[in-house]
């Protein structure tokens, strides 16, 4: 679990109010990290145009990235990667500086930039995490994150917890059961059918999954997508069996249409059944 230089930096200034968003189907991708590119680079540059191509054929409104995304540099344009997109409206992912000399702390996040349709042009609405673990906020900051930063998250139907801002529910060790001390699920609106949670590394704890599944329930989506390549103390991966992602439904874990591909990447795809009640903001 990660957190970035920039979680005490509170609300964002110099940008508009969170773009409107109406997500009915969704692309989410994986790759490992430790992996250097064709280009030479270890982040999904390489790969960016091919994949939202194929999410474009395959009618996504939306493209998910697991976090740690794209290195920031001057011979590389994310927009260049968006012209002549038909169906996608939404391109979710994390900029971040990659240090493959460091033995720790080998990448660090920047901001998460969400790139937008508006009319015929692109937008750009950036968030930054603010916690990764409850373990070292006080019951104050919790509060102040529901209450001033919740609300930049809600993105018409949808809305963004990043990495381990999904702790923002707690689970109760003596009731064995997640709550929702803080209000956090409580403050986000009923019209907010979608929870997208990007995540760095797989996390292994038990509670996770189960306070994805609490985060869906009274109908909602939760959709949690990370990296492979985590290592643990003895150099072993702890990505486990299953696919770098988690998808939960009204409580209840989700099967991922998995998209085979010639990238090296881990591509799937979820028709949320919300279709009918959405429009096209681009329209």
């Not at 964002?12 to 989410?28: A, E, F, H, R, T």
């Not at 939306?62 to 260049?80: E, G, Q």
């Not at 139907?157 to 064995?176: A, D, H, M, P, Q």
């Not at 869906?216 to 985590?230: L, Q």
């Amino acid at each position: 679990m990660h957190t970035t230089s920039a979680q005490t930096s509170g609300i964002d200034q110099g940008q508009g109010p969170p773009p409107s968003l109406q997500i009915g189907k969704v692309g989410i991708i994986s790759r490992d990290y430790r992996k250097t590119f064709g280009n030479g680079h270890r982040d999904f540059s390489f790969a960016l145009s091919r994949v939202l191509k194929i999410l474009d054929d395959y009618a996504c409104d939306a493209a998910l990235f697991s976090l740690f995304s794209i290195i920031p540099r001057a011979d590389f344009n994310v927009r260049n990667s968006l012209e002549g997109l038909k169906s996608l409206q939404a391109v979710f992912l994390e900029e971040f500086t990659d240090k493959p000399r460091k033995k720790d702390s080998q990448r660090e996040g920047g901001r998460f930039v969400v790139y937008h349709r508006s009319a015929e042009a692109w937008d750009e609405y950036y968030l930054h995490q603010q916690f990764g673990t409850l373990r070292d906020l006080s019951r104050g900051e919790i509060n102040s994150f529901v209450e001033k930063e919740l609300p930049r998250r809600l993105l018409g139907n949808c809305c963004i917890l990043l990495c381990g801002e999904s702790n923002g529910v707690n689970y109760s060790k003596t009731r064995t059961k997640v709550e929702d001390e803080a209000g956090m699920r409580k403050g986000i609106p009923s019209k907010v059918t979608v929870i997208l949670n990007p995540v760095h590394d797989r996390m292994t704890r038990f509670e996770m999954n189960l306070k994805r599944s609490f985060l869906s329930e009274k109908g909602r989506w939760c959709i949690s997508v990370w990296n492979k390549g985590k290592e643990d103390g003895n150099g072993r991966t702890r990505d486990g069996d299953e696919p770098p992602w988690m998808v939960f439904h009204n409580g209840k874990p989700q099967p991922v249409k998995r998209i085979s591909n010639e990238l090296d990447l881990e591509i799937g795809i979820l028709e949320l059944g919300l279709r009918d009640a959405l429009t096209n903001p681009g329209a």
